[in-house]
């Protein structure tokens, strides 16, 4: 019994050393690739019409007072949203004047009203439709473009008033104490 056991571990002693170990297969790290550049875009060149503002502005004198009347038509943000703001103040020229000879600004209070509504363009007329019907009317603009382009030159309304394009109201923050 003895020499039955010796011969099979000697047997598996030359069958473990006879056997040829396969060496590990080293993987290859995967290929670098190339970070190609996203395409340049050019830079356009016409001018952001995603909002565009017209404005007009009529002082009248009275008395020692001057008032102020601006008109403001902001449309197409989003959709065919629109808003007119209409703005009223009044100051004192000379005040203001000896105000501003002295370095500060005159105050003055403003009465801002924003109507909101939608629009509609037709050939060559802009309609301002206001959400309150019952309390504002609707109001039609003649367009005039600018010679040999797409671009609005200005409106005139229907009491043959100018509105140049201005600048949009930048959002207001009001704070209290």
Same mark, same amino acid.
């Given at each position: 019994?003895?020499?039955? $056991?010796? @011969? #099979?571990?000697?047997?598996?002693?030359?069958?473990? +050393?006879?056997?040829? %170990?396969?060496?590990?297969? &080293?993987?290859?790290?995967?290929? &670098?690739? /190339? &970070?190609? /550049?996203?395409?340049? @875009?050019?830079?356009?060149?016409?001018?952001?019409? +995603? %909002? %565009?503002?017209? +404005?007009?502005?009529? /002082?009248?004198?009275?008395d020692s007072l001057v008032y102020v009347n601006e008109t403001l038509l902001e449309?197409?943000?989003?959709?065919?949203?629109?808003?007119?703001?209409?703005?009223? !103040?009044d100051y004192d020229p000379i005040k203001k004047k000896e105000a501003k000879e002295?370095g500060y600004d005159l105050v003055q209070t403003e009465t801002m009203q924003f109507?909101? =509504?939608?629009?509609? $363009?037709?050939?060559?007329?802009?309609?301002? #439709?206001?959400?309150?019907?019952?309390?504002?009317?609707?109001?039609?603009?003649? $367009?005039? !473009?600018?010679?040999?382009?797409?671009? @609005?030159?200005?409106? @005139?309304?229907?009491?043959?008033?100018?509105?140049?394009? =201005?600048?949009?109201?930048?959002?207001?923050?009001?704070? +209290?104490?």
């Open positions: 019994m003895k020499q039955l $056991i010796m @011969i #099979t571990a000697l047997l598996m002693c030359f069958v473990g +050393s006879a056997q040829k %170990k396969k060496p590990r297969k &080293v993987i290859p790290p995967p290929p &670098v690739k /190339e &970070v190609l /550049e996203p395409p340049k @875009i050019q830079e356009l060149t016409v001018k952001d019409d +995603s %909002k %565009k503002c017209f +404005s007009f502005k009529m /002082e009248e004198k009275k449309y197409g943000w989003n959709s065919d949203l629109a808003r007119m703001v209409i703005t009223t !103040y002295a109507i909101d =509504g939608v629009f509609k $363009i037709e050939k060559r007329t802009f309609t301002f #439709t206001p959400d309150k019907l019952d309390r504002f009317k609707a109001q039609l603009f003649k $367009i005039t !473009y600018k010679p040999k382009a797409k671009e @609005i030159e200005f409106l @005139i309304d229907e009491n043959n008033n100018k509105l140049q394009p =201005g600048e949009c109201l930048q959002p207001m923050v009001m704070m +209290s104490m």
